[in-house]
Nanobody
Framework: QVQLVESGGGLVQPGESLRLSCVAS????????MAWYRQAPGKQREMVAR???????SYAESVKGRFTISRNNAKNTVYLQMNSLQPEDTAVYSC???????????WGQGTQVTVSS
């Protein structure tokens, strides 16, 4: 069983930064894609950032230039560096992983990010 555990969320003011971490209970090489999603109250869940095996990254238009996804295979960890946070970034952020062989999808429990003055 794969577990994904997020951390790093919190309450920040507009313009500040946060770094989210997602630690997997298995090696990241098992996954062909890992991503961060978010869901704000009353809204659908949306993909924020994604990284695949080749290292190619993709981002939602709303976060391009502000958010950066990265991974550290040695630590089984995927990060989301979030800069210039705005109130509209307030949401629960969840980590996602797709197993390369079974195609099974895994989700973390989520971490709350609140941007407010």
């Amino acid at each position: 069983q794969v577990q994904l555990v997020e951390s790093g969320g919190g309450l920040v003011q507009p313009g500040e930064s946060l770094r989210l971490s997602c630690v997997a209970s298995r090696s990241l090489v098992r996954f062909n894609a890992m991503a961060w999603y978010r869901q704000a109250p009353g809204k659908q869940r949306e993909m924020v950032a994604r990284i695949v095996t080749s290292g190619r990254k993709s981002y939602a238009e709303s976060v391009k230039g502000r958010f950066t996804i990265s991974r550290n295979n040695a630590k089984n960890t995927v990060y989301l560096q979030m800069n210039s946070l705005q109130p509209e970034d307030t949401a629960v952020y969840s980590c996602y992983a797709n197993h390369r062989y079974t195609n099974r999808r895994y989700w973390g429990q989520g971490t709350q990010v609140t941007v407010s003055s």
